[in-house]
């Protein structure tokens, strides 16, 4: 292998986990800015592979983009405001496919009367991601919690405030 292949294979691969971890983090910004239209863009086509079993409980699903939009929307509209605050990112490559682990720190904000306006997490975030014509985008997410702590009710009053407002 001569160096200049070698060279440009390394530059493609730096820019493929600059892109990576772009849409990694551009999901979590849509998020907490509220950009619903655009967080779509950060999905591959088809079925995705989500599994939040481990933070909320049920069982894995298998939503298709629009559908994972509409369920961030329904989870975090409702709260005054959320951060996701994602580092550590690990980058896995294996052609079109590829996998990102990070770590995550959450803040959850909902001013309300049945306790503290605050609920906060920390854990990991496995991403899996495809490359759909030259763009990477996530095909799964698996979410791994480390520790809660704060008023666990918030999910539940933003779950209704949201449905309030929907109305």
């Known amino acids: 292998m001569s160096s200049e292949s070698t060279t440009v294979r390394s530059e493609q691969d730096a820019v493929d986990r600059a892109a990576i971890t772009n849409t990694?983090?551009?999901?979590?910004?849509?998020?907490?800015?509220?950009?619903?239209?655009?967080?779509?863009?950060?999905?591959?086509?088809?079925?995705?592979?989500?599994?939040?079993?481990?933070?909320?409980g049920g069982e894995?699903?298998?939503?298709?983009?629009?559908?994972?939009?509409?369920?961030?929307?329904?989870?975090?509209?409702?709260?005054?405001?959320?951060?996701?605050?994602?580092?550590?990112?690990?980058?896995?490559?294996?052609?079109?496919?590829?996998?990102?682990?990070?770590?995550?720190?959450?803040?959850?904000y909902l001013s309300n009367d049945r306790g503290d306006d605050f609920w906060e997490g920390a854990g990991f975030v496995g991403f899996d991601l495809v490359r759909e014509d030259g763009d990477w985008l996530i095909a799964g997410i698996t979410m791994t919690g480390l520790w809660a702590e704060g008023n666990g009710e918030l999910f539940e009053l933003a779950t209704g405030r949201f449905e309030e407002n929907e109305q």
Not at 41 to 52: K, M, P, R, V, Y
Not at 77 to 88: C, E, I, K, L, P
């Open 24 to 56: 990694v983090n551009q999901y979590f910004q849509y998020i907490d800015r509220r950009e619903w239209e655009t967080l779509g863009s950060c999905f591959a086509e088809g079925e995705l592979a989500i599994d939040f079993t481990a933070m909320f």
């Open 60 to 108: 894995p699903t298998s939503p298709t983009a629009d559908e994972q939009v509409e369920l961030s929307r329904r989870m975090s509209s409702g709260f005054d405001a959320t951060q996701h605050m994602v580092s550590s990112h690990v980058v896995t490559i294996e052609g079109d496919e590829a996998t990102c682990d990070t770590s995550i720190q959450v803040t959850m």
